[in-house]
Every structure is written in structure tokens, then in C-alpha cells.
T-cell receptor, first 114, second 110 residues
Framework: DVKVTQSSRYLVKRTGEKVFLECVQDMDHENMFWYRQDPGLGLRLIYF???????EKGDIPEGYSVSREKKERFSLILESASTNQTSMYLCASRASGSGTDTQYFGPGTRLTVL | GQSLEQPSEVTAVEGAIVQINCTYQ??????LSWYQQHDGGAPTFLSY????GLEETGRFSSFLSRSDSYGYLLLQELQMKDSASYFCAAKINSGYALNFGKGTSLLVTP
């Protein structure tokens, strides 16, 4: 089975802190994604990476950056956390050329910024 | 812009059939996926329609009509464990990312 793990299930940070959210997948997938999920807004794409060191902005990249130095690991960085970044963050991975376009999600990190 | 519309909430009785609709307005539409998410859990893939018509996977079926910009997820023989949120998601062009709807919360009652 594909396994996507995220470094923390719950995280509490203070405004202005630099925050790192880590995601690791074990299926050698080329594509990885970061979403945030807020009530009533569904899943919104922050950034994605289609290969190592390659990244593309999603729909809401402001205030975030990403890093993909190794194929299995995709990091989301909040340079200076703000209260409006309090949310559930979901990481996903996908095999390139997947016919069904299946994305496999991690369990999520619920981030609270005080 | 890109948008997908689905009902926010649906309630159905155990054993019944329920249909969750999804209409989309997206340029470069390529295909429609459905994901299930239980409270506190990760979204999990249910089905994908790359072509018009019906795809069946056990109790779940999904349908797509490109001419109507419309799809639906059909859940048969509802069980209590089907209570969850269901998201439709559009694949744009042949790209990597999915554009998700806001989700439909399904409550199955005894």
C-alpha cells in the first residue's frame, strides 16, 4: 500500500515563527502536493512538485514556500506564520502518468497559529 | 476561472440509494475524480471518469457527461460507515493538479 506520512498530526506555533511541515511518501511517486483544508472551502492547492527540485504554485501560494530535495520528501514552509494560516494541511502524492490520476493523501497536520 | 459546485449536505437512510451531483465550469477539463473523507481522516480516492458514461466499483458508481459539464457519484445500499464528506475534483488539461469542489457532507441515518 502507498503510504504518505506527515511529520506532525497537531502543531501549535506563534505568529511570526518559521514553520516546517514535512511529508514523506514511500512509493517513488514523481508528483507531490500540498493542500490546505478549511471548513466550507474544501481543499485548496498551495504548491505542487512534479519532480525533484521542481515546483509550481497552486491557487493560494502566498505566504508559503516549498522544498523538494529528494524524491520522497516534500516540505511546506511558512516563512512567518500568521493566524490566517491556522488550518488543516494535507500532503498528497501521485504517480506520474497515472491513468486514474489517483492522489494518495497523508493524515494531515492541524496547525494552529496563536 | 475554475469552479465545481456540489451540494453542501445530503441526508439519506441506511439501505437507500443516494446521488451526489457535481457541476463544473473549468477550461481545459480533462476528467472528474471523487474522493471520500471521514471526519479526522485523509481523503481517499473512489473513482475517476476520463470518458463520458458510468464507472462502477462495487456499491459506488460515478457518471460523467461532458456535454452537460456534470457528473455524479451514486452510492447504493447505504451503510452507516458511508457517512463522510465526498469531494469531486477536476483534472485540468493533462496537468498534475486537481481542482476540488467544496465537498458534500453525507449523513446516513438508521
Amino acid at each position: 500500500d502507498v503510504k504518505v506520512t506527515q511529520s506532525s498530526r497537531y502543531l501549535v506555533k506563534r505568529t511570526g515563527e518559521k514553520v516546517f511541515l514535512e511529508c514523506v511518501q514511500d512509493m517513488d511517486h514523481e508528483n507531490m502536493f500540498w493542500y490546505r483544508q478549511d471548513p466550507g472551502l474544501g481543499l485548496r492547492l498551495i504548491y505542487f512538485s512534479y519532480d525533484v527540485k521542481m515546483k509550481e504554485k497552486g491557487d493560494i501560494p502566498e505566504g508559503y514556500s516549498v522544498s523538494r530535495e529528494k524524491k520522497e520528501r516534500f516540505s511546506l514552509i511558512l516563512e512567518s506564520a500568521s493566524t490566517n494560516q491556522t488550518s488543516m494541511y494535507l500532503c498528497a502524492s501521485r504517480a506520474s502518468g497515472s491513468g486514474t490520476d489517483t492522489q494518495y493523501f497523508g493524515p494531515g497536520t492541524r496547525l494552529t497559529v496563536l | 476561472g475554475q469552479s465545481l459546485e456540489q451540494p453542501s449536505e445530503v441526508t439519506a437512510v441506511e439501505g437507500a440509494i443516494v446521488q451526489i451531483n457535481c457541476t463544473y465550469q473549468t477550461s481545459g477539463f480533462y476528467g472528474l475524480s471523487w474522493y471520500q473523507q471521514h471526519d479526522g481522516g485523509a481523503p481517499t480516492f473512489l473513482s475517476y471518469n476520463g470518458l463520458d458514461g458510468l464507472e462502477e466499483t462495487g456499491r459506488f458508481s460515478s457518471f460523467l457527461s461532458r456535454s452537460d459539464s456534470y457528473g455524479y457519484l451514486l452510492l447504493q445500499e447505504l451503510q452507516m460507515k458511508d457517512s463522510a464528506s465526498y469531494f469531486c475534483a477536476a483534472k485540468i488539461n493533462s496537468g498534475y493538479a486537481l481542482n476540488f469542489g467544496k465537498g458534500t457532507s453525507l449523513l446516513v441515518t438508521p
